[in-house]
């Protein structure tokens, strides 16, 4: 069983507002009748401002709080606003519809035991055959930049200590790589198997815009967490291997020229090869330039974390 005593359910509204009020219903109930203090933190974007009215006439108690913001800041920036305003040191973030059953909230928080965190894994999964080629294409991608990546990064239930998400800095759209981050600062998350709701099934297709602005959040948070310290291994071996094959090109058209009198200029190799030179010395330089900034600063970061000291 948990020990936990106190908990903030913080609910970020920012799409599909209009199930809000049909689901929190069932976490209220799910989490009033658990034996801990608690509290609801529902941030609001202008766009379900609205909702503010009819969640303050259906919970008159104290327990439930509505923040309304001015414009919306993303969903990270949203979730960092509430966990801020948060009363408790444990924070359970939920989705305004529902991913799980609520009656499996429970489960969530016996999980969470002595660890710093738990991220739920929806299975066995019911939704759109489409919508689980994307997740596994999603999985796919990060597994390729991330050493530790979550068994289901789409679901946005997570139950944290407040320091965990202090720690990892909250912006853009790092919340969907909670897990991965937590892990790389040597926080203990663990995963729980909770099934997935029927009622969120529906299958979903994003713009364009949208899947590359997922690829860059899985190219920056690969650099975050596997060159961040090192950035002249990630620039260097791009720049390097940009190098070698514009000397190695280089050194062929000179060969050519010099030894059977084949003529250098005007051709289009000699362009290409002389961009990949300049290309491998620039991105080479922008690696040392990362070094030399880490290490004058490198007295300020605190690359460990302790978890207990015993005397």
């Not at 909702?51 to 993303?74: D, F, P, Q, T």
């Not at 060159?227 to 058209?253: C, D, E, H, M, V």
Request: aromatic share 12%; hydrophobic share 45%.
């Amino acid at each position: 069983m948990s020990s936990i005593k106190s908990l903030t359910i913080v609910i970020p509204v920012i799409e599909r507002g209009d199930q809000l009020l049909e689901f929190l219903n069932g976490y209220y109930e799910s989490i009033s009748g658990l034996d801990l203090d608690y509290e609801f933190i529902i941030v609001l974007t202008p766009e379900y401002s609205g909702l503010a009215e009819s969640i303050k006439n259906k919970y008159e108690a104290e327990n439930v709080k509505v923040i309304l913001l001015n414009r919306n800041y993303g969903e990270a920036g949203v979730l960092k606003i509430g966990i801020d305003h948060s009363a408790f040191e444990n924070i359970l973030t939920l989705p305004p519809y529902e991913q799980i059953a609520p009656s499996h909230l429970p489960k969530i928080i016996d999980a969470f035991g002595e660890h710093d965190a738990v991220v739920v894994n929806r299975w066995p999964r019911v939704d759109h055959k489409v919508n689980r080629i994307q997740s596994a294409a999603f999985k796919g991608i990060l597994k390729l930049m991330a050493y530790d990546v979550p068994k289901d990064p789409g679901c946005g239930i997570r139950l944290s200590k407040k320091e965990v998400f202090d720690d990892i800095k909250l912006y853009g759209d790092m919340h969907r790589f909670f897990f991965i981050l937590a892990k790389q600062l040597g926080f203990d998350v663990a995963e729980v198997d909770i099934p997935q709701s029927k009622l969120d099934s529906y299958r979903r297709i994003y713009g364009f815009r949208t899947y590359l602005s997922r690829v860059l959040d899985v190219l920056t948070v690969g650099f975050l967490t596997r060159f961040n310290q090192k950035p002249l291994r990630f620039f260097g071996t791009g720049g390097a291997l940009s190098f070698l094959i514009g000397s190695a090109g280089l050194t062929y058209i000179a060969v050519e020229r010099l030894m059977f009198d084949v003529a250098a200029s005007g051709r289009p190799l000699l362009v290409l090869f002389s961009l990949f030179l300049v290309l491998g010395v620039q991105l080479i330089a922008i690696g040392l330039v990362g070094e030399t900034i880490i290490f004058t600063s490198s007295k300020n970061n605190k690359e460990y974390r302790i978890k207990k000291i015993i005397n």
